[in-house]
């Protein structure tokens, strides 16, 4: 992109700035997820002992590995603004963890000015989590008071009980991820809507500034005519579906390293659940059908080449029949992020609203458009603890005797074994856009790189 009258350097070293202040940013999130976390589940459990323990070199790798996530490192090297759009969204979470209403509302309406779309992750997210965090902490599974006094928990509750109790306690059910059917994630939905009726004056007064930062965009589009601003005929916002179907092999190709030591460390401990055969089903039926009804093919990928997408629609585009096939790698990369990702139903269900909202409206596959939903999906990351801190809590060593060799490898070197995945691949893409160079024959003289 060209800013006539501004050197390119300078806005080239804007964006590698913004992503040394991207890393510092990620860092501060990811200690107060934790924080979070630590008041939410408290550290009874093993799984809540290893998100909370985090020292602070394994913190700073984290946002390390973050900064290095390929498409956010290959573009600070340009000048996109999707970098500096991505830090003030990064920004508004910070802040909001921080407990900074008015910062939250100030980055949120900055963001805009960039990315028009990054409401969904700040006014609907943070929304979303700030009505979350009005309810209070969530009901243990089923964690209500019986008749002495103490409590029954690990128990699926009936939809009238998850009524029930929510009108009553105001609070959301909530499993985790690991102990969760698909109808825990209806019965959470409902849990929601009850809670937030009985509880209303509580929960309406923190989102006043939210439902503003919504109302500013709302206004900006009724003046605007449309959400794009610039080319709108290239640009318009229909419904595609299938893109919450790509987003799932997009993590898991940038994110194997880390979502394989999580789900060893899971099944070591006898933690890692396979889905139900009715879930399987009914979700590779609705992804068919989706992918039947609804794939769109933007002409600007297909008439591109410089782009990985191209390659990747040639090859979905080669058969009729391969798109379908795709359905099951789909879902399986799906149910491996997930299980890494590992929150409870209800910042899974948030989740997967702000990533549906900010992606099926976009015609376009393109992977600048994941950024935002990866950052935020690999901060909440349950990074698998290393075995030589596992042991010193009670029962560790029963949970690692059964791992081999290669597993316990894998688990006490996840975050060095994804940093390694992420250069090699910023190295790689890196190389080929400097070396593979290559002309269009409509346009001589000029060079064409690949590029994301």
Request: hydrophobic share 50%; charged share 15%.
């Amino acid at each position: 992109m060209r800013v006539p009258g501004t050197a390119e350097t300078h806005l080239r070293a804007l964006n590698a700035v913004a992503l040394v202040v991207l890393w510092h940013t990620v860092r501060g999130i990811v200690q107060s997820v934790q924080d979070h976390l630590r008041e939410q589940d408290g550290v009874a459990s093993f799984e809540g002992k290893a998100r909370i323990s985090r020292n602070v070199a394994s913190i700073d790798h984290v946002a390390l590995n973050v900064a290095l996530f390929p498409p956010l490192f290959f573009f600070s090297g340009l000048y996109y603004t999707d970098i500096v759009s991505t830090l003030l969204v990064l920004k508004a979470h910070a802040a909001f963890y921080r407990r900074q209403p008015f910062s939250v509302a100030c980055w949120s309406l900055a963001s805009l000015t960039l990315r028009q779309t990054n409401v969904f992750w700040t006014a609907i997210y943070l929304g979303a989590l700030e009505v979350k965090r009005s309810l209070g902490r969530p009901q243990e599974f089923s964690s209500v008071a019986n008749g002495n006094g103490s409590k029954e928990v690990d128990r699926v509750m009936s939809f009238g009980e998850v009524v029930k109790s929510s009108w009553a306690v105001g609070r959301v059910y909530d499993r985790r991820f690991e102990l969760a059917a698909l109808e825990d994630y209806l019965k959470t939905m409902i849990s929601l809507a009850v809670s937030v009726l009985s509880q209303l004056t509580t929960v309406l007064l923190p989102l006043l500034l939210h439902i503003l930062v919504l109302a500013a965009f709302g206004t900006f589009v009724l003046m605007n005519g449309g959400v794009v601003l610039g080319d709108k005929s290239n640009h318009i916002a229909s419904l595609h579906v299938p893109q919450m179907l790509y987003i799932w092999p997009y993590i898991v190709f940038f994110s194997f390293p880390i979502i394989t030591a999580s789900m060893a460390s899971k099944y070591s401990r006898g933690t890692l659940m396979a889905p139900l055969p009715d879930t399987v089903m009914a979700l590779l039926g609705a992804a068919l059908f989706w992918i039947a009804m609804n794939t769109i093919v933007h002409p600007f990928i297909l008439a591109d080449n410089r782009h990985y997408t191209f390659y990747v629609f040639r090859i979905l585009m080669h058969h009729p029949a391969i798109k379908y096939l795709a359905a099951p790698v789909y879902l399986s990369c799906g149910w491996a992020a997930l299980s890494a990702f590992g929150s409870r139903t209800s910042t899974t269900l948030v989740w997967l609203l702000a990533s549906s909202m900010s992606l099926v409206t976009a015609p376009l596959v393109e992977p600048r458009y994941f950024l935002i939903p990866w950052i935020v999906w690999r901060i909440h990351v349950s990074c698998p603890e290393p075995r030589k801190h596992a042991t010193k809590n009670k029962g560790a060593d029963q949970d690692t005797a059964s791992e081999s060799k290669l597993v316990a490898l894998l688990i006490d070197n996840a975050l060095w074994l994804e940093t390694v995945w992420l250069l090699a691949v910023n190295v790689a893409t890196g190389y080929i856009f400097l070396k593979w160079t290559f002309e269009w024959p409509r346009e001589p003289g000029s060079t064409m790189r690949f590029m994301w």
